[in-house]
């Protein structure tokens, strides 16, 4: 993609020529009939700036908004297209084939994990330390280990909880928006308090004392992080339902004797699961990354066992010794993984938003 900035800088009014050199431009224009407007518009700006001299400027100020508006819609056409947001650009065509990929990639991943995983990694002191290569791909770790099953291994453990707990945490953040916006002023003040209370503690301390007072099990971090990551949609899901109760079909509803339940069931419910879909999918990269630091910092699984996290702590000693693949891999596989929850999620959100449009 080329385009000319000398002729962009002269369509704004950018040069290096005086106010004089313009007005001359502006005069030779004057000889087309479609331009005789811009002439005046011109000479007025000519005469002010001839006033004020110190502020004299190389831009055509009258000029510049009318300018700005036509480079907008310059850079809005087809051959300029990629100046504008993915999500603008992209039709529902490509946000279902970006949602087959990510559901494939998952589908993969576990095939691969059920396939290759026997039951027991083997412990071969003889090829331990090995670098990546054809046989193994991720390398081998200090006993020989291979590290590709375990990084497959850590990731399905770790999206196993990651999905549990986002799941979870959803489910309590739509429990509390609905009692808090259908209870009445007292109910929604104190899950307001609550949810206040709980985004003003810092994050990684609150897991970390759930998960000790819970044992210090994979349990536990399951549950440190279903207790912890509901307020941020809680706010969202209460914020839509308040606006939902001042629409026209819902005080009819009223009007017309419906229970809160009945309203709530087959009004206000299906209008917010859109909202609650895709904040559930936006929690999983939250949850997951949370269950990699807790079994990072020790918690959740026995170092015998592989997670995402164990792997990470577990490379931090020999990893400046130059064995770069022990955190390379697991972290990059934790990335993409995260990545992959984040792209599913922002193509479920732009497909419903076409929908909704539609």
Known sequence: MRFNLSKLFAFLGFSGRSQNSGYSQNSECSQDSGCSKAQDISKSQNSTLSQNSTKSQNISCPFIFLKMRAVSKWFTSSRYSAFYPQSL????????????????????????????????????????????????????????????????????????????????????????????????????????????????LPHIILLILIAFAFGGTANSVMFAVILTHWPRLTKLLHSEIMQLKHKEYILVSKKLGKKPLFIFMHHILPSIFPQFLVGTLLLFPHAIIHTAALSFLGFGFSPHEPSIGILLAESMTYISTGYWWLAFFPGLALVFTVKAFDVLARAIQNLLSVYNKG
């Open 89 to 200: 650009q992209e039709s529902p065509k490509k946000q279902i084939l970006k949602i087959i990929a990510v559901v494939s990639f998952f589908i993969l991943l576990f095939l691969l994990e059920f396939f290759l995983y026997t039951g027991s990694i083997n412990i071969n002191l003889a090829e331990r330390k090995i670098a990546p290569n054809l046989q193994y791909l991720f390398g081998t770790d200090w006993l020989g280990r291979d590290m590709f099953e375990r990084t497959l291994l850590g990731l399905k453990q770790s999206l196993f909880i990651g999905i549990f707990a986002a799941i979870g945490s959803s489910f309590i953040a739509l429990f509390l928006a609905s009692v808090a916006s259908l209870g009445g002023k007292i109910i929604s003040y104190l899950v307001s308090l609550l949810t206040d209370t709980f985004l003003a």
